[in-house]
């Protein structure tokens, strides 16, 4: 990695040990190995790094998502491949858990990647179940978009009970039923 | 309120606004306004005082689950009872964030309401709709832990969304989409 990457994958693990209001400067200096200097040389203070972390969370995440929506199989095994695809839970995710942290949510620069990466993926979903209703896969009474907004819940909230928990199968059992909730509406 | 209660509450707004690292004694003593020396008459440090603040906010959740759980109704109403109920989805659950807490989860301690609120949600779930798969009203190839997982996590996922957005229609869309989603499996 160079210094540049360093830097924000450092501030990646220190907003998530330390949230964005405890996270310093100086502890980003010091988790990444690199000087003030050379930090200032290349972005402009904490919250343009911030920036750049959370932005590179939001990317991974909808590269990842999108793998699976646009891959092979009829639209539900698509949204079992996006909900089961293996995670590591106990750590949250990456994304959804910054809109816990009052410091990013305050700063309408820091939230805006959040909130686009949630409408992206609610949109696509919405998309994705409107074209199953329509090739007649999924059951004509089906509502696209609330659905869609219950399979992201499920998802999110599955990582905030695998951490309450201590232990990835609540995840995995979070998905477990949606994907049951979800064949009851298969034709 | 009284001196007990104001530090409780104060130690629940900084969590929330500053993590369990960022949240100094000397910040719970002044957003209380109570003293050192009264502060350290009720509570033993801020991990006690974290505590009792993490215990108010687990017990509430528990009565107000109970509430609807036990309420009028069949299980599939109860259930829409207990998702509907009106939250302020824009402050996140304050149990479910605290799992986004990297200090809290790091202290057994702390982290021990959060496991035991989310392990008694989801087994009381399981029961109820247990109870409506044998009374015939649910779907017999219904399986209730996975589901009530699901559930639990549609709420937990529904305040991310929500806080994301900045909005509290995406709580009720999760919701929504949940309920379309069990109303499949209603015999």
């Excluded at 199989?73 to 959804?96: H, S």
């Excluded at 696509?124 to 659905?147: F, H, I, Q, V, Y």
Aim: proline share 4%.
């Amino acid at each position: 990695m160079d210094t540049r990457d360093r830097l924000i994958e450092s501030t990646r693990e220190l907003l998530w040990e330390r949230g964005y209001v405890g996270t310093s400067p100086k502890a980003i200096q010091e988790r990444s190995g690199t000087g003030q200097g050379s930090m200032y040389h290349h972005f402009r203070g904490k919250p343009d790094l911030a920036r750049a972390a959370i932005r590179r969370s939001a990317d991974e995440l909808r590269d990842r998502a999108e793998d699976a929506f646009a891959g092979p199989g009829t639209v539900v095994e698509r949204i079992g491949t996006y909900l089961g695809r293996e995670r590591d839970a106990l750590k949250g995710c990456p994304v959804g858990r910054l809109t816990q942290d009052f410091g990013v949510m305050a700063d309408p620069e820091l939230r805006r990647p959040v909130e686009e990466t949630f409408a992206w993926l609610i949109d696509r979903l919405t998309g994705l179940l409107a074209e199953g209703r329509a090739s007649g896969e999924l059951d004509p009474g089906l509502d696209p978009a609330n659905m869609a907004s219950a399979l992201v819940a499920v998802v999110q909230g599955g990582y905030v009970l695998a951490c309450a928990a201590g232990s990835a199968t609540l995840y995995a059992q979070a998905v477990g039923g949606a994907l049951g909730l979800l064949a009851g509406h298969v034709r």
